[in-house]
């Protein structure tokens, strides 16, 4: 029994315990209970009404770092706060505690930072359950400044001890404060952020089942503190020489402040797959900037220290071909919201998309399948299938919409522009990550446990359609990548269709390492309805696949032998890029989505097909949440069925808004539509709705203007009413819609008014 307790103690002490890299020793008279608590210094509490307020904004984005606290300018140093206390050899302790009332998290920035050979500092919480330090001279950055990790509460103790040898030699000024107003870290109470921590719940850790695979990718991410009171990922990069050197790629958005007070916290993971806590106690304190460049969105750091050997951490490859052809799948691995590392997942080929803010395109991922991004995961890096890193996140709408993602894109800047777009060594990667000029644009990561000599991988399966209109025989067409060292002159691989037998593919040829084959199956025929085809290997040069990994992919699809068909309608405001909609299932998967218009697009228009039975839901969203409409253009959108009836429009909304589209008898609605007279048309001061004798029991009218706003409505009208009046006088000249709602089922028909 005692020997359970000492272990639980030790295990509760590590989970509190957090430190940079630091240099041993241990604070005046620690853990003595008769230690008296220094003065407190108390700083101003920022006002976090206007910071909740820009948050509720900022959090919609990735393009800005995620911030998790209120950073308060100071002035308080050895020679004015704090307390000195001279021992009996001569030596000195300077203690100073600061408080910032109702914080959940401390920090803060020595922006001087001067101490002498055998000075130390050290920094806790009052209950003495964490301890950053010590902090030596070998601290030191070449700026003469340090950024110091979090420490859990509202107060905080800082002491530094001198020896008595250099008494008067050492000087530290404190600058600034964090007041952490948002938990990160689970620092403070892990019970508060629940099963999945501070990221949503679609968010999958990375050592989760599906993270197996890649292992020595995610030891290179680390989670950043940026200028003290904001988050950002990233992640160590191999070089040419392999030397060690502790190069660290981030995204250029979250350069801010001074870089060597940034904090790299590694390793924060959950060691399980429900778990939301992990170490903090793996960090290192300060960088040097190297390169940067908007154009690509990518910082390249030096780490001041290289991470110690304890903590295990892998320098990632990279691919700088840049070849849309060679990328067949991608993943991420990132620190959502300051949260353990997750990661997400692209099974498709992510391809180059125009953005409003590059000169040239970004990788684009058009949908997560599994996983998502969020704010604090921006610099994380995107690899391909081959685990090298091809991009750095940038911006994107993608979030989780409870258990599952919202459907929402993400894009990256691409690494292979970063490598050479601009003129000097300050703006581009090849000269820090190629400085034996080898000329080499494909890295390995430097543990390079993953290299198979006949490894190929199963891209994307194409010339399928996610919707089939017809169900037409169509030969669907495999992308093959050799992801081995040795090149591969003969593969075979199989496909099955909704479970039959499966049918061979054999190839020949010559396949040179990351190099791609397209290779097509036989003809197929898919069934009304949902269908499925699995595509396996089976072989690579006459043997079995070294690699396990990416040897089975699928493709899902449905075909509708007699489909509905709807077109979507959009004319944007002055601000399309703001615009983007689903048509999602009731149960939530995405069956088609539009997203990534540019300033130049005025107008929008793509028919599409649906199955005949179920319902569908059409949301439309304004990442600003202004709607299309009214202040900035008179953005609005139409839906259309297959009939010619507009069956939603509108323009005028917040964030989003969303209709159900049902699949209507067509002989019932045909005979509304066809009974429904409007007259005159165009109208002047009078017109009417006429039903021709038919009858229609509680007739539900609305009139909308085209930016969707109702104008008029008539509820529960009956058959006797005859012809019904509408107040086209009071109205404006312009294009109405004329909404009929009866017996289940709608009809809109456009009604033009002028004088």
Not at 12 to 31: C, D, E, M, R, T
Not at 253 to 282: D, K, M, R
Not at 611 to 633: K, L, N, Q, R, V
Request: hydrophobic share 35%.
């Amino acid at each position: 029994m005692k020997q359970l307790l000492t272990l639980a103690i030790a295990l509760l002490a590590s989970h509190f315990v957090s430190s940079q890299i630091s240099h041993g020793g241990q604070p005046y008279n620690w853990k003595k209970t008769h230690t008296a608590e220094p003065a407190y210094r108390t700083i101003s509490t920022p006002d976090l009404r206007s910071y909740e307020e820009e948050d509720a904004t900022n959090d919609q984005y990735k393009d800005i770092p995620y911030r998790f606290g209120a950073t308060v300018a100071t002035n308080m140093d050895l020679l004015n706060s704090g307390e000195w206390t001279t021992l009996g050899n001569g030596d000195k302790v300077w203690r100073l505690g600061i408080e910032s009332l109702g914080a959940v998290s401390l920090n803060f920035e020595f922006g001087t930072y001067q101490v002498p050979e055998g000075g130390k500092v050290f920094v806790y919480s009052p209950d003495m359950k964490q301890l950053n330090g010590s902090f030596t001279n070998e601290n030191t950055s070449p700026e003469g400044s340090l950024g110091v990790g979090l420490i859990a509460g509202d107060k905080m103790v800082i002491e530094y001890q001198e020896p008595a040898t250099v008494v008067g030699q050492g000087y530290l000024k404190i600058t600034s404060v964090t007041h952490g107003y948002r938990e990160i870290m689970h620092l403070l109470d892990e019970a508060k952020s629940g099963p999945f921590g501070n990221s949503g719940n679609c968010n999958i850790n990375v050592n989760c089942p599906q993270g197996a695979p890649y292992g020595d990718q995610k030891r290179s991410v680390a989670l950043i503190v940026v200028g003290t009171n904001a988050i950002c990922s990233g992640s160590l990069v191999n070089n040419t020489a392999q030397n060690g050197v502790p190069y660290f790629l981030t995204a250029n958005h979250c350069l801010g402040g001074n870089v060597s007070n940034w904090i790299f916290y590694f390793n924060h993971e959950s060691a399980s797959c429900a778990g939301n806590t992990g170490p903090t106690n793996q960090s290192v304190s300060g960088a040097t900037l190297k390169a940067s460049s908007a154009e690509s969105d990518f910082a390249l750091l030096e780490l001041n220290n290289a991470p110690p050997a304890g903590y295990n951490v892998c320098y990632n490859g990279w691919d700088a071909t840049d070849m849309t052809s060679s990328v067949l799948s991608a993943y991420g691995i990132h620190h959502p919201s300051g949260d353990v590392k997750k990661i997400c997942f692209e099974n498709n080929a992510p391809f180059h998309q125009n953005m409003n803010t590059f000169v040239n395109q970004t990788w684009y991922i058009n949908q997560w399948e599994l996983g998502v991004t969020e704010g604090g995961s921006s610099g994380s890096p995107l690899f391909n299938q081959s685990g090298r890193v091809i991009g750095m996140l940038s911006g994107g709408l993608a979030a989780c919409a409870g258990a599952v993602n919202n459907g929402q894109y993400d894009f990256y800047g691409r690494f292979g522009v970063g490598w050479d777009f601009g003129n000097t060594a300050a703006s581009r990667l090849r000269d820090w990550l190629d400085p034996i000029n080898s000329g080499a644009l494909i890295m390995d990561n430097s543990c390079n446990s993953n290299t198979f000599e006949n490894d190929i991988t199963l891209g994307a399966i194409n010339n399928i359609p996610e919707f089939l209109c017809n169900t037409n025989p169509i030969t669907p067409q495999v992308t093959v990548l050799n992801t081995g060292t040795d090149a591969v002159t003969a593969f075979t691989l199989n496909y099955s269709l909704n479970g039959a037998a499966p049918v061979a593919i054999n190839w020949t040829g010559t396949l040179a390492p990351s190099n791609v084959v397209n290779v097509n199956t036989n003809q197929i025929t898919p069934q009304n309805g949902s269908n499925e085809l699995v595509v396996n290997v089976v072989n690579v040069n006459g043997s079995a696949d070294q690699n396990s990994v990416g040897n089975t992919n699928t493709k899902s699809f449905d075909a509708f032998a007699n489909p509905a068909y709807i077109t979507v309608n959009i004319q944007f405001d002055e601000y399309p890029e703001e615009t983007s909609w689903t048509i999602t299932t009731l149960g939530g998967d995405v069956v088609y989505s539009g997203d990534g218009y540019t300033e130049e697009l005025g107008t929008f228009s793509e028919t599409y097909c649906l199955g005949a039975g179920p319902c569908y839901i059409f949301t439309i969203f304004d990442s600003w949440g202004d709607g299309m409409c009214c202040e900035f253009g008179d953005g609005s959108y139409t839906l259309i069925d297959g009939n010619g009836t507009i069956v939603a429009f509108g323009g005028q909304f917040g964030g989003e808004e969303a209709t159900e589209i049902c699949s209507l008898p067509v002989s019932v609605q045909e005979n509304l539509m066809a009974s429904m007279k409007l007259y005159p048309n165009p109208a002047g001061n009078d017109a009417y709705l006429d039903f021709g004798g038919t009858v229609w029991n509680d007739v539900d009218v609305t009139m909308y203007d085209a930016m969707g706003r109702a104008v008029w409505t008539l509820q529960g009208a009956g058959a006797t009413q005859g012809r019904i009046t509408l107040p086209t006088a009071t109205l404006q000249p312009g294009i109405y819609l004329v909404q009929v709602n009866t017996d289940g089922v709608q009809a809109v028909q456009k009604l033009i008014v002028q004088r």
